[in-house]
Structure formats: structure tokens, C-alpha cells
């Protein structure tokens, strides 16, 4: 794998909800040097060297290091991939928190409802891409509950790792095959196991079980093409005496226990299913799938997704402020859903909804049988640098497969005309017309009836896939697609009086409608029109060579306007008005910009006007498929990069396994992911990086300052350029040639003496010089270093690329990628569990209490609520008024309300007697007994993110507040009396009179996810 890497600026342990982060009152004088001693650590931690901020010269003679040795740029795969790994700190309850898998065909989304479901999807159950099914298996909920949870999407592995209570589940949707696997290992041998495989109202399956196999098919008929499509849903088990039952119509189910070593696995596959019998289809679908051991049917989707990174350019980027690493896994998450979703007859994301992950039943926004192309482009233009371009093949392919019935169409909708006309919005059998009106000759209004620029994008991109790939086959099919396209601009742009081309009453994307000359379509004509002629001279189809060479002087100007006293581009020759009004938030004056590459950074008139274009651009940003990123970098504005991707962030990225929605409302209301986002920050970041799209190849392009980094991308041609940026400065630029070829590069160092060195041997191949621009030879496998002859290569010491798997969520402002453990809010129902010796006990209300005016005695019970019904069960409610539902932070005041009976509160009530402790600890039923005895202020000993907030799974300390914060903390002390306890509960002056005694761990009662008792606490 080639990638681009940063150092890391890690943070400290220690989060600020540590001890006493708003402590109330007076409090001991050893809690106090705790925080200080907390403090101290943080500040330490955190701050970065002051000598840190310059990379000098000096500085890299003597330690820098270089991932370049022996003719190429190494790196670490799974150690940069797993940076990126989706980490759950609490099991995702929530559909919109669940974890993507996916094939290319099948998809799956993950979460802990009942315990463990798992929506089905596939790409190709037209025309409504209806699910197959959710799978749910209730024994999960020992791993989904536990205390100790821990999950993980691992991105290098392509799999979904679950533990807990002793148990793990690991979840796959196999590379090579259409089925989702689930292993898991700790069950309990001889605990009955089910997995119900289910649709839902509105659905008419047909159910089906016979020995250890289940299943429900459906078939879809669409009227519109006259096709047949369906979905079906096969379950069984690797496991003994595994039975399949039908529950209900919609309902099928497997019953069986784990093997002896508590081990099993649960295989639902989801085939293609046009019809016929379900039986027999399920049967195959599942055939020899529990044969295996976990290893062995696991180990070909292993090696196809290692092979997969280890040949795809990630990126590894660091910061001060986590915001480079932030982007970073958006970024690979672009890369992963790519792989996960794009490897069928056509695209899986339509209108950029992520319909393979969802987990909303049917629910999807748009229409799922249509296919926006201007929320595909930025999956293609990610793949071309990323090394992905194979990817790309559903996207070219809806295109070229449905190339005969546009002709057909076109002909029929727009009479006269040639070529082919491409609608923005496609159904996924070539057709456009029906209630959008596009490529017609008229009709009524609709955001996209007259938008033309779309099939010539297309075209464009063919091209772009052929200079990345080099395959020649590829541009051959592709040909006649480009032809056509541009034939149809040459009839819908006729030489008008003044002898120039004009496409008259057309759409400038979907802003501004009946426009005459849009900028994208004027940018398209001057691109494609001497590009397609020269491959047509090239063909021998002289006419349409002829045609365009007579053609190119007749286009038009592009449109251009006034913004805020200054001349820059326009959406069109129609200004913004009553008669031509903007409808929707688009930027049609960049187009030119890009995709169509006609301005760059280099300073003249040209950059003048796309600069100002650019800074006046009506919609800054204001959707998830804004390109702004990449018009920054194309243009220079190395800052505005990074301040748009991280902006862009925060502003969509609504859901914590890092999808986005279109303009970032709250996740919890939605009901579809979208994944163009992760596509933008690719595409921005890869050309800010590298750019060579105009014949000359920019090292760093547009690199923002305040991220390092390090990597390679691809470049035309299918070169590798690999890169290392140290605090603005680029320490490494090396090229790896796919083809002999000659580039023309920028002087990485500007007016720095340069030269360039073999890559293997380190000869010298130019002599040194300091111009602007260099060219450089390439021979097919061979590799150069480009070198200051300040910093030669050969001051480096050789350190490859790697990286430390994450191990928590990622936070940018309010957005996360991940969960963190479940905040602690008031209201909850929780278990104390004492730290003494590692495993204290559960607080518990136990017994009548002989104090004055307490109701029951308390001390710990080895198991929670065995003695009675709730007696460790504690309810936090606000000592200061704060309303139920909002987080416990460190510091606050509360009271804790036992659950057993009608509740009392937990209470310090006159000397205890044990050795070292302060007051004896029972339950009243009144508030405060006396002054603050009810009162406990509540201080976190670990948590994280440093927000303050309690968590479940953290470790808190509990100090009474009688007597001005003076009652002591709650501490176990002593073996307990009382009947089926483990020890005594009374308070002490210290936090811990001895270890772990005054620590205790707040976990969830289990009847929150309605069911018993987990362990793993």
C-alpha cells in the first residue's frame, strides 16, 4: 500500500472529567492534590514543544526520517488502515448508529437492537431496492450488553468485531460471496440459540424452512421495463441440532445450540433472486457453508481486502488540533465504502444515498431506481488517485449499457436530433423522460428537465479513466459514447448570426433554468470538441473530425458577469433575475474550474477571473456535494482547503459511522445515509496533495499548513508519486513509472536548487538546477527522487509508514466518527460496582438499617439483585434541578435512589465503626435526612472524550456532601454482616482508603435493553 503519512501529536491519558472538575464546597485536601497532580499530568501532556514549530534545516540533516528505500515508498498497511477503524465504545442501539459492511453486491448494517440485528441489502432489487430482510439473534445481547463492550469495524479486515461478557461476534459480508457471517465463540455450550431472519408490514414473502435451512423470497415486477427482480434472504447455522421453523408470514426462524467450545456461526446469504422456487434457491445460496472452520471460510474475504489496501493510496495525516486526522478517516471511509458498495452491474448510491448500508427497512430518500449523476462524479474523480479506478466500472457501466437505448431515445424524444442526449437523472434502464422531461424537445419544468452537461461529463471522465489506466480496450468501448455525445452538442449548438455556437433555452445544472450558453456546457464543448477530435482522426471517422475542427473557433466565450465590482464567471448568459431565478444551491460558474480543468493556479488574467469567481461563488459550500475543496486546491488557496473540508465536516457529517446528510440535519430524523461527502474530502485532499491535469505535475499542490503528512497517489499516466510534507515542507518527492514517459514538474522548493537522483541507486540523472519547472524522463519500472541539494535524500534515516490502530471515537467540534461510551444522564437506572481488589461488589440495599432514621442497611452483593427484586439498582437524579435526560457531569451534585420498593436514598448516618472510616451508610426515605447527608457529589477518575461527562463503564468517586462536602467518600470496608453481602459500605476522609475501595464503576442496569443480567463488568 502507498500512503501519505503524518507524525502523531497524541493526547494526553487523562480526560477532563477527571477528579473534581466543578467540585461544589469544601472539599478533603486529598482530592485536591489529586486534581492538581491531574493537572499537572494533562498540561504536560498536551502541550507541544515550543522548539517544535519550524522544521529546520538542521533539524533535518539530523533525525528527520524518509519512507522512501530501495526505488519505492513503504508503508504499513493494516497499521495505517486500523488509524481509521470505527471504534464503538458502547453497542449501537440506534439503526443510524450501526457499522457498513459490505461485497460490492451485498450489503449489511450492524446494531445491537435486541441484542444483535442486521439489515440486509442488495443494489439490484429494482425498482424500489427493497431489503431482503433483518436478521436478529437475541443471545448477542450478553456481548451488546456488557459492561465491558468493546466493538469495532476494522477496515483492514472488512469485518465488524464485537466482545463482551466473555463472548466475541465477528461479522462479515465475504468478499467472494453474497452472505453475511457472524462468528461468535463463548456461548454457553448448552443454551438454546435463535436467529430470526424477518420483513415487516407492506411485505408479501414467501417463507420457507426445511432441515437446518430458512428462508423468505419475494419477486417485484416493474411495469416500466417489463422486468422481474426480487430478494431473498437464506439462514443457517454451524452449530448442533440446528432446526428451521417458519414463525410467521413474514417471519422465519433457526434454533440450535452453540458446538461444545461454545462457538457458531450464522450464515444468511442474499443472492441475486429473479423467482422461482425459494427452496431450492436458499439451498444454494447456503451450500457448504458451515463446513469450514472460522479461519478457513474467512480467510479468502481476508485476503481480498488486505490485497486491496495493500494497493490502494490511503492517507495519513496529523495535527495539532486532530482535525488532519479527523479528514483522514473521512477520507478512508470514502475508500472503504467504495470498495464495500461499487463492485456490481451498476451503482449502489443513488441521489448519494448509501441505500447498501441502510438499516431503515425500506425507507430511502429520492427515488431508488433513478441514478443523479452529478452525486456519482465525486466517487470517480476519488478512485482515479487512489489507485481505484477498477471501482469505477458500475459507474461506467449503467453509462455504456444503456448507451443503445439513449440513442434509441433521444432519436424518438428529440426529432432531428444527433447523437445521444445523457439525462441527469437516469433510471437504471436508460430512461429519463417519463415525469422529469429530460431529453425532450419540450415538456414542463423540472430541476433537471434541460440539464446537458451530464453525458458529457461522463465522456470526460471515460477519458480520465483512460489516461490513469492506460487501457486501451476500455477507451475502444468507450468511443462511440464520446462521439455521440459531442454530435449531440454540434446539433443542440448551431452557428447562430453572430458565427459562433450557442445552446440555447438549456439548464446551468440545477440552478438556473431556460439559460442560454451554461458555463458547464460552453467548459464541455471547448474540452471535448478537440479531445474526440483528435481520437476520431485517430479512428478515421473524418467526418466528425471535420466537423469538429470546423466547429472549435465557432464556441462561444464562456459567460462571464460582475460580483462585487469585479468581472468573474457566470452560471450562463441568462443573469440572475425574475426571468432566469437560482433554484437550487449549485455553482455552475466553477464547473470550469472542475471537472473540466480549463484554470489553475498559475498567476495571469485567467486565474485572476477564476480567483474572484471562486471568492464571490454564490453557494459557499451549502450541501454535502459541494466541490469548494477542490476548486481551492485547483486554484492555490492552500488554506481555504483545509478550512472548507473541516467546515464541510461539521456542517454534514451527521452520523457517528461517518455518513453524512445532504445539509446535516440531526441524525436520529433520518432515514437514509448519504456518502458523497466522503467522497469530497478524498477528492479535495488528493488534489491538494498532487495534480498533474494540465501537463504539469504540482508536489505538494495545494498542501494546507498545520497538517504533515505523507503517502502516494496515482497520477495520469498510473505513475505513483509518493510525498512527505513536514510543517509545510516537503522532505520526500519520489515517482514510481507505470510507462516510459516524460513529465513536466514544478519545483517542489520554489527557487530552492533541485535535483533529480535514480530512486534505487541514488545516481544522479539531472544536473542541479533552480528553474521553475523541470522535465523528467521516466522508464517503465524504474523510479526517481526528486532532492534539495540541501536536504538530499541521503540525510534521512529510512522509517516506513505505519500507524496505531484507533482505540477510541474521533471528535471534530459536535461531529464523531465512533461512539463513546454512553454518556451517564440524569434519570438512569445504574449498578455501583466497587474497584476493591478488583471486584468489590455491587452496591446494594440490604436489610433493615438500625440507624435513626434510615429504612435498610448497605453493602455490596457479589452479584447484583440476587438477594431481591432491584436492591442494586440505583436511580441519579439531580441534586440542582437539573432535568432528567441530561448528562451527570464531574462535579455534580446528585442523589442516588434505590430501586428497591418505593425507593430511598442512599445516606450517611451516624460513626461507623469499622477501622478508618468516617460515617455508616444506609437508605432513608426522605431526601436529606440532615443537612447534605443525602448529597453526594460525583467526581470521574477516567473518562473520555475530556468533555466532563460521566460515563457508563468510568470510575467514579462519591463524596457525601454533610457537613460542607465533608462526609467522606463512599468506601467499602471490611467483610459485611449482613445476610448474602460481601462487605460493609460506610465513608472515609480519603478518596481510596486503601486500593480501590472508595472507586466505583458506573454501569448500565441490564433491564434498560430488556434482558437479564450481563457479565464482563
Same mark, same amino acid.
Given at each position: ?38 493537572? &499537572?499530568?494533562? /498540561? ?6 515550543? #522548539?517544535? +514549530?519550524v522544521?529546520s !534545516? =538542521?533539524? @533535518?540533516?539530523? %533525525?528527520?526520517? &524518509?519512507?522512501? /528505500? ?6 504499513? #498497511?493494516? +497499521?495505517?488502515?486500523? !488509524? =481509521?477503524? @470505527?471504534?464503538? %465504545? ?24 435486541? %441484542? ?44 465488524f ?17 453474497d ?5 461468535v ?33 419475494e ?34 426462524r ?5 458446538r ?30 458451515t ?5 478457513a ?17 490511503p ?53 431508488p431506481q433513478?441514478?443523479?449523476?452529478f452525486n ?33 431515445r ?28 429530460q ?11 434541460r ?7 461522463i465522456?470526460?471522465?471515460?477519458w ?11 477507451l ?16 443542440r ?64 466565450q464562456?459567460?462571464k ?6 468581472t ?14 437560482a ?17 489553475n ?14 471568492i ?54 433520518n ?35 498545520g ?11 498510473g505513475?505513483?508519486?509518493?510525498v ?18 516524460t513529465?513536466r ?8 536548487q ?19 519547472t523541470?522535465?523528467?524522463h ?11 541539494t540541501?536536504?538530499?535524500l ?45 471486584n ?7 436489610g ?22 432491584a ?9 440542582t434541578?437539573?432535568?432528567?435526560g ?24 451516624g ?9 455508616d ?15 453526594w ?11 466532563g ?20 467518600f ?9 445476610q ?20 466505583w ?11 437479564g443480567?450481563v457479565?464482563?463488568?
Open positions: 500500500m502507498r500512503v501519505l503519512k503524518v507524525r502523531e501529536h497524541r493526547r494526553g491519558p487523562f480526560g477532563s472529567a477527571g477528579l473534581g472538575r466543578r467540585l461544589r464546597g469544601a472539599v478533603g485536601a486529598s482530592l485536591a492534590s489529586v486534581l492538581v497532580a491531574v493537572a &499537572t499530568v494533562v /498540561s504536560a501532556t498536551a502541550s507541544p514543544s515550543a #522548539a517544535a +514549530g522544521l !534545516r =538542521s533539524a @533535518v540533516a539530523a %533525525g528527520a526520517t &524518509t519512507a522512501w /528505500s530501495n526505488g519505492s515508498f513503504h508503508v504499513n #498497511a493494516r +497499521g495505517v488502515v486500523s !488509524r =481509521s477503524d @470505527v471504534v464503538y %465504545g458502547h453497542a449501537p442501539l440506534a439503526p443510524y448508529q450501526s457499522a457498513p459492511l459490505g461485497n460490492g453486491r451485498l450489503g449489511a448494517s450492524v446494531w445491537a437492537a435486541s %441484542g444483535f440485528t442486521a439489515q440486509l441489502n442488495r443494489g439490484d432489487t429494482f425498482p424500489s431496492l427493497k431489503s431482503p430482510g433483518q436478521v436478529v439473534i437475541p443471545g448477542l445481547a450478553r456481548i451488546t450488553g456488557a459492561a465491558d463492550y468493546a466493538g469495532r469495524l476494522s477496515l483492514h479486515d472488512g469485518q468485531v464485537q466482545s463482551g461478557a466473555g463472548m466475541s461476534a465477528v461479522s462479515y459480508v465475504k468478499a467472494d460471496t452472505q453475511l457471517i457472524v462468528e465463540t463463548g456461548a454457553a455450550p448448552d443454551v438454546t440459540q435463535s436467529v430470526d431472519v424477518k420483513l415487516w408490514a407492506g411485505r408479501n414473502p414467501t417463507p420457507y424452512a426445511a432441515g437446518a435451512v430458512a428462508a423468505l423470497g419477486t417485484f415486477a416493474d411495469a416500466a421495463s417489463g422486468q422481474r427482480f426480487g430478494s431473498l434472504a437464506a439462514a443457517t447455522a454451524a452449530g448442533r441440532a440446528v432446526r428451521a421453523t417458519v414463525v410467521d408470514a413474514r417471519t422465519v433457526l434454533s440450535f445450540k452453540p461444545s467450545d461454545g462457538s457458531f456461526r450464522v450464515v444468511v446469504a442474499a443472492p441475486k433472486y429473479t423467482g422461482g422456487s425459494v427452496g431450492a434457491a436458499a439451498a444454494a445460496a447456503v451450500a457448504g457453508a463446513l469450514q472452520t472460522a479461519a471460510y474467512q480467510a479468502s474475504h481476508l485476503r481480498w481486502w488486505h490485497a486491496l489496501w495493500d494497493r490502494v493510496s492517507m495519513k495525516i496529523s495535527s495539532a488540533d486532530g482535525s488532519g486526522e479527523y479528514v483522514e478517516n473521512q477520507r478512508l471511509l470514502g475508500l472503504y465504502t467504495t470498495a464495500s458498495s461499487m463492485r456490481g452491474p451498476q451503482p449502489t448510491s443513488h441521489g448519494a444515498v448509501a441505500n447498501l448500508f441502510s438499516s431503515f427497512q425500506d425507507a430511502a430518500d429520492w427515488s433513478h441514478y443523479w449523476h456519482l462524479r465525486m466517487q470517480t474523480s476519488q478512485d482515479f488517485a487512489a489507485n481505484m479506478a477498477d471501482f469505477n466500472a458500475p459507474y461506467f457501466g449503467l453509462y455504456q449499457n444503456n448507451f443503445a437505448i439513449r440513442k434509441a433521444t432519436a424518438r424524444f428529440m426529432p432531428g436530433s444527433s447523437g445521444v442526449c445523457i439525462p441527469e437523472v437516469m433510471r437504471f434502464n436508460g430512461t429519463g423522460e417519463d415525469s422529469l422531461n431529453c425532450v424537445s419540450s415538456g414542463n419544468d423540472t430541476p433537471v428537465a440539464i446537458l452537461s451530464s453525458g458529457p461529463e465522456a470526460y471522465n471515460m480520465r479513466q483512460y489516461l490513469f489506466t492506460r487501457d486501451e480496450k476500455f475502444n468501448a468507450s468511443y462511440p459514447f464520446m462521439a455521440d455525445v459531442v454530435r449531440f452538442y454540434l446539433w449548438a448551431p452557428v447562430g448570426p453572430d458565427g459562433k455556437r450557442h445552446i440555447r433555452d438549456a439548464n446551468a445544472l440545477e440552478t438556473q433554468w431556460h439559460a442560454n450558453d451554461p458555463a458547464p456546457d460552453v467548459a464541455a464543448m471547448k474540452v471535448l470538441f478537440p479531445l474526440v477530435r483528435n481520437l476520431a482522426a485517430g479512428r478515421g471517422d473524418t467526418t466528425l473530425a471535420a466537423q469538429l475542427t470546423a466547429a472549435i473557433p465557432q464556441l462561444p464562456l459567460p458577469t460582475t460580483r462585487n465590482g469585479k468573474v464567471l457566470a452560471w450562463s448568459e441568462c443573469r440572475p433575475s425574475p426571468t432566469c431565478p433554484h437550487n444551491k449549485q455553482n455552475p460558474d466553477l464547473e470550469p474550474v472542475w471537472p473540466w480543468n480549463l484554470y493556479d498559475r498567476p495571469g488574467p485567467d486565474h485572476t477571473l477564476a480567483n474572484d469567481t471562486f464571490s461563488r454564490v453557494y459557499p459550500q451549502l450541501r454535502d456535494w459541494g466541490m469548494d475543496a477542490t476548486w481551492a486546491a485547483r486554484l492555490g488557496r492552500s488554506q481555504d482547503v483545509k478550512t472548507l473540508l473541516v467546515k464541510g465536516t461539521k456542517d454534514f457529517q451527521s452520523f457517528p459511522n461517518g455518513f453524512s446528510h445532504y445539509n446535516g440535519d440531526a441524525p436520529a430524523g432515514k437514509s445515509f448519504y456518502n458523497e461527502w466522503q467522497w469530497v474530502v478524498a477528492t479535495g485532499l488528493q488534489e491538494a496533495l498532487v495534480q498533474n491535469y494540465d501537463g504539469l505535475l504540482r508536489v505538494p499542490a495545494a498542501w494546507p499548513a497538517w504533515d503528512v505523507d503517502g502516494a497517489l496515482r497520477v495520469e499516466g505513475h505513483r508519486v509518493s512527505q510534507v513536514r510543517q509545510g515542507t516537503p522532505t520526500l518527492v519520489g515517482i514510481e513509472a507505470a510507462r516510459n514517459d513529465l514538474m514544478r519545483n517542489p522548493w520554489k527557487n530552492q533541485i535535483q533529480v537522483i535514480d530512486g534505487t541507486t541514488g545516481t544522479m540523472l539531472a544536473a542541479p538546477t533552480t528553474a521553475s523541470i522535465t523528467i521516466l522508464a517503465k519500472g524504474s523510479s526517481v527522487v526528486v532532492e534539495r540541501s536536504a538530499p541521503s540525510s534521512f534515516s529510512y522509517a516506513p509508514v505505519d500507524g496505531t490502530a484507533a482505540t477510541m471515537a474521533k471528535h471534530l467540534g459536535t461531529r464523531a466518527i465512533g461512539l463513546d461510551r454512553a454518556d451517564l444522564t440524569y434519570g438512569s437506572n445504574i449498578l455501583l460496582k466497587s474497584q476493591a481488589g478488583g468489590g461488589g455491587y452496591l446494594d440495599a440490604n433493615h438499617s438500625a440507624q435513626e432514621g434510615a429504612l435498610y442497611g448497605v453493602s455490596t452483593s457479589q452479584i447484583p439483585n440476587s438477594r431481591g427484586s436492591t442494586s439498582v440505583w436511580k441519579v437524579v439531580s441534586a434541578g437539573k432535568a432528567n441530561t448528562p451527570v457531569e464531574s462535579g455534580d451534585v446528585i442523589y442516588l435512589i434505590n430501586q428497591y420498593g418505593n425507593g430511598t436514598y442512599l445516606d450517611a448516618n460513626f461507623s465503626t469499622q477501622p478508618g472510616a468516617k460515617y451508610v444506609s437508605t432513608t426515605p426522605t431526601k436529606d435526612r440532615g443537612p447534605g447527608t443525602g448529597k457529589h460525583i467526581f470521574g477518575a477516567t473518562s473520555y472524550p475530556t468533555d461527562h460521566i460515563r457508563i463503564a468510568d470510575i467514579v468517586h462519591l463524596l457525601n456532601d454533610y457537613g460542607t462536602a465533608n462526609g467522606g463512599l468506601d467499602t470496608n471490611g467483610p459485611s454482616t449482613l448474602g453481602a460481601k462487605y460493609d459500605v460506610s465513608t472515609t476522609p480519603t478518596k481510596d482508603r486503601a486500593p480501590g475501595t472508595g472507586s464503576k458506573v454501569l448500565i442496569d441490564p433491564k434498560r435493553f430488556g434482558f443480567l457479565g464482563g463488568a
